[in-house]
């Protein structure tokens, strides 16, 4: 049996890119583990472990997307309990919170190619492993997020309610 433990930074911050939440993403590491302890005779050992876990988080991540599409979406007290009181002053915290409310306007299948793509440097070649997607999906994807990411930062796209700190 292989020691996860040696996985968990990269897990967590992938989790935590991938939800926007400490929380959830703490949720998001748990089922992934529990699913790969689950599944564990699955695993090739001629492949990454790392590769392979990643690949559970993904799956077990679009089923709670799927799972929460289902569900009635949260009311208007529970979105504003999440938001600060206070935003924060320093610009650094600001051109990041506007990064993270970015990433979150991505859809899930851009965000997630842009994340294991340029946060956990992986391959284009792993990241289409990973996602179980062609090669050229990871390409057009990838394009695709990094232009749009680029437009909401910059204020370009319709509906963008981003502000721009410099």
Known sequence: MEDFSAHLPRLRRYARALTGD?????????????RALAKFA?????????????????????NQIRARAARPSMSEFDELAQEPAVRPAQNDRLD?????????RLPPEQREVL??????ELSYEETARILDIPLGTVMSRLSRARDRLRRLLDG???????????
């Open 22 to 34: 400490r929380f959830l993403a703490d949720d998001l590491v748990q089922d992934t583990l529990e």
């Open 42 to 62: 699955l695993w090739r050992n001629s492949g990454r472990l790392e590769a392979w876990l990643l690949t559970v988080m993904h799956n077990v991540f679009a």
């Open 115 to 120: 994340l294991l793509v340029t946060l956990e």
């Open 96 to 104: 990041v919170a506007d990064l993270a409310t970015a990433l979150d």
């Open 156 to 166: 370009d796209m319709p509906g963008a309610a981003l502000k721009v700190v410099k």
